[in-house]
């Protein structure tokens, strides 16, 4: 059974710095695609980063390139998200996810395996 456990949320005020890490048990985390998404109040889950299978080619959300940086570690099966600059609309729960396929999508439901989330929230 694969299993995503995301770690590094908390209370941060706006400008600064936090980094989250998602430790992937039970499965091959090197062939995955990675994602993290996020969801705040009211609001529908969506897409922040991905990363391929090697680690070479990242994406981002409009709203947080140049601000947070997606990276792994498949010695570790880890993936990561450094966020910078942060702002309080990036006050949200904050999931790591697995991709099987590999489709590279930037869909929730195309995401197989999830972790349970981690808060991020960020005080003006």
């Known amino acids: 059974q694969v299993q995503l456990v995301e770690s590094g949320g908390g209370l941060v005020q706006a400008g600064g710095s936090l980094r989250l890490s998602c430790a992937v048990s039970g499965g091959t985390f090197s062939s995955y695609v990675m994602g993290w998404f996020r969801q705040a109040p009211g609001k529908e889950r969506e897409f922040v980063a991905r990363i391929t299978r090697s680690g070479i080619s990242t994406y981002y959300a409009d709203s947080v390139k140049g601000r947070f940086t997606i990276s792994r570690d498949n010695a570790k099966n880890t993936v990561y998200l450094q966020m910078n600059s942060l702002r309080p609309e990036d006050t949200a729960i904050y999931y790591c996810?697995?991709?099987?396929?590999?489709?590279?999508?930037?869909?929730?439901?195309?995401?197989?395996?999830w972790g349970q989330g981690t808060q991020v929230t960020v005080s003006s």
């Open positions: 996810a697995a991709d099987k396929a590999g489709a590279g999508s930037r869909d929730p439901a195309e995401y197989d395996y």
